[in-house]
């Protein structure tokens, strides 16, 4: 196995805490990056750094200057970067007029424009390299946007098109730009979901006000019933690590509850993707 150097973003816990554990078990080189290293997340960076092939470092991927710093220290240090997987994300249930334009504005910055600064640091040196593999980590509500989840969907949705034109763009510079797709998983961000901040207009949803809470309940009890392991995702993400460049499939589903419809819409949108490809002349793209 060649060893490949990786940067993971929201590496404290969840499916970024596992890839990171995953990846330098297998001899990875892992630059596991989290907010708050020396506060809330001091003891996740400790046990991180006591496990071999694993470096921390503090970046919020909202500031842009430690996005940049971050990148110049693994080049400084390794010469290239092979992989960045992008986790960091926040999640958020509630009635989505409740959510504000600041409220937004923070989903968008965190789920979207910060793996496009990381993209943005890393992608020239990819380019120099002529090989690099970006994962972004989407979700199958990134196909499906369901009610009450209407606000991260939407994040989900700009993840998902602005992947999907990378990977046609960087593929023929040796870069591979993928997407892993979960379904729901019983990870730390169900202790810390976002809510709209504008509790006034919740009581104009009578009865529908309570159907967040449910939702909530519900994934609960099915987490309970299925037992989906987080695991399955960093297994997925090393899969990708592993497979030739240019073989690496757009959109990887990992699903166990609920799996099948994300996959059928995944075949039927490439098949009729491909054709508009090929009818714009750009049929090249796809191999």
């Given at each position: 196995?060649?060893?490949?150097?990786?940067?993971?973003t929201?590496?404290?816990?969840?499916f970024?805490?596992?890839?990171?554990?995953?990846?330098?078990?297998?001899?990875?080189?892992?630059?596991a990056?989290?907010?708050e290293?020396?506060?809330?997340?001091?003891?996740k960076?400790?046990?991180l750094?006591?496990?071999?092939?694993?470096?921390v470092?503090e970046?919020?991927?909202?500031?842009?200057?430690?996005?940049t710093?971050a990148?110049?220290?693994?080049?400084?240090?390794e010469?290239?970067?092979?992989?960045?997987?992008?986790?960091?994300?926040?999640?958020?249930?509630g009635?989505?007029?409740?959510?504000?334009?600041?409220?937004l504005?923070r989903?968008?910055?965190?789920?979207v424009?910060?793996p496009?600064?990381?993209?943005r640091a890393?992608?020239?040196?990819?380019r120099?390299?002529?090989?690099?593999?970006?994962?972004n980590?989407s979700?199958?509500?990134?196909?499906?946007?369901?009610?009450f989840?209407?606000v991260?969907?939407?994040?989900?949705?700009?993840?998902?098109?602005?992947?999907?034109g990378?990977?046609?763009?960087?593929?023929?510079?040796?870069?591979?730009?993928v997407?892993?797709?979960?379904?729901?998983?019983?990870?730390?961000?169900?202790?810390?979901?976002?809510?709209g901040s504008?509790?006034?207009?919740?009581a104009g949803?009578?009865?529908?006000a309570?159907v967040?809470?449910?939702?909530?309940?519900?994934?609960?009890?099915?987490f309970e019933?299925l037992?989906p392991?987080?695991q399955?995702?960093?297994?997925?993400?090393?899969?990708?690590?592993?497979?030739?460049?240019?073989?690496?499939?757009?959109?990887?589903?990992?699903?166990?509850?609920?799996?099948s419809?994300?996959?059928?819409a995944?075949k039927?949108?490439?098949?009729?993707?491909?054709?508009?490809?090929?009818?714009?002349?750009?049929?090249?793209?796809l191999?």
């Amino acid at each position: 196995m060649e060893k490949k150097v990786i940067l993971i973003t929201g590496t404290n816990s969840g499916f970024g805490w596992l890839t990171a554990n995953t990846c330098a078990t297998l001899g990875h080189k892992v630059y596991a990056t989290m907010r708050e290293t020396k506060g809330r997340n001091a003891e996740k960076a400790k046990a991180l750094v006591q496990q071999e092939n694993i470096e921390v470092l503090e970046v919020d991927v909202t500031n842009g200057k430690q996005v940049t710093d971050a990148i110049a220290t693994i080049i400084k240090k390794e010469g290239r970067i092979d992989v960045v997987v992008n986790n960091a994300g926040i999640s958020a249930v509630g009635i989505a007029e409740s959510f504000t334009e600041d409220d937004l504005d923070r989903m968008l910055n965190v789920a979207v424009t910060g793996p496009w600064r990381i993209i943005r640091a890393a992608l020239p040196y990819m380019r120099k390299q002529g090989e690099g593999l970006i994962v972004n980590i989407s979700s199958v509500g990134g196909r499906f946007s369901f009610p009450f989840t209407t606000v991260y969907n939407g994040a989900k949705f700009a993840v998902e098109g602005l992947t999907e034109g990378l990977h046609y763009e960087v593929k023929p510079l040796g870069v591979d730009a993928v997407m892993i797709q979960p379904g729901p998983f019983p990870t730390e961000v169900w202790g810390k979901v976002a809510t709209g901040s504008d509790t006034t207009v919740v009581a104009g949803y009578g009865d529908l006000a309570k159907v967040p809470e449910q939702i909530i309940a519900g994934f609960k009890q099915m987490f309970e019933n299925l037992k989906p392991n987080p695991q399955l995702v960093a297994d997925a993400i090393v899969k990708l690590i592993d497979t030739p460049k240019g073989k690496r499939p757009l959109r990887t589903v990992v699903d166990p509850a609920s799996g099948s419809f994300a996959e059928i819409a995944n075949k039927t949108v490439k098949e009729q993707y491909e054709s508009y490809l090929t009818a714009f002349g750009m049929k090249e793209m796809l191999s």
